[in-house]
């Protein structure tokens, strides 16, 4: 499994996102896997890798949070969680788009 954390440089959820998603990885047992950090740069790099937003958490290339009709941005990034919006998503959501790939 590849997972990737996207960004654009002074990210204030940057941190937060890898935390969590270290803590999600822990939770379904992956903890041993390496989190590939990728600052995203530019206009051609966010649409070489279907950047919607930072942080953006890609899992075998694939935004699992990636929404209907969600378009390329250099920007901060909103998930929608249980405890509404947030700037990275939470330990359980990641938690859930981990088991969905193992």
């Known amino acids: 499994m590849r997972i990737e954390l996207l960004y654009v440089d002074g990210c204030p959820h940057r941190a937060v996102a890898d935390a969590r998603l270290r803590a999600a990885m822990e939770a379904v047992g992956i903890g041993e896997l390496e989190i590939e950090?990728?600052?995203?740069?530019?206009?051609d790099e966010a649409e070489a890798w279907g950047f919607l937003g930072s942080p953006s958490v890609h899992i075998d290339g694939a935004d699992p949070f990636a929404e209907p009709g969600a378009s390329v941005a250099l920007?901060?990034?909103?998930?929608?969680?249980?405890?509404?919006?947030?700037?990275?998503?939470?330990?359980?959501?990641?938690a859930r788009a981990l088991r969905d790939r193992v």
Do not use: K, N
């Open 37 to 43: 950090h990728v600052l995203v740069s530019g206009q």
């Open 75 to 94: 920007a901060c990034r909103l998930y929608r969680t249980t405890t509404g919006p947030d700037g990275a998503p939470s330990v359980d959501q990641l």
